[in-house]
């Protein structure tokens, strides 16, 4: 029975964490990795600073629909 729960746990775990990948909320997340990977000594933006640039980054090209 444990094994069963902690393989449940697993999969729920690594569900939830595909999920967030996939909708964009782990981006953050992702984005402080990279910069303790890189070691940059620029200053990491806030979450509230990184949405907003991804945000404008999205936005600012140009729409080709209308």
């Known amino acids: 029975m444990r094994g069963a ?11 939830w964490r595909g999920l967030r990948e996939w909708c964009g909320d782990a981006a953050y997340e992702r984005y402080l990795r990279f910069l303790a990977s890189r070691r940059c000594e620029a200053r990491a933006l806030t979450a509230e600073e990184f949405y907003v640039e991804q945000l404008d980054r999205r936005y600012s090209r140009p729409n080709r629909c209308c």
């Open 5 to 15: 729960t902690k393989n449940i746990r697993r999969l729920a775990r690594r569900f």
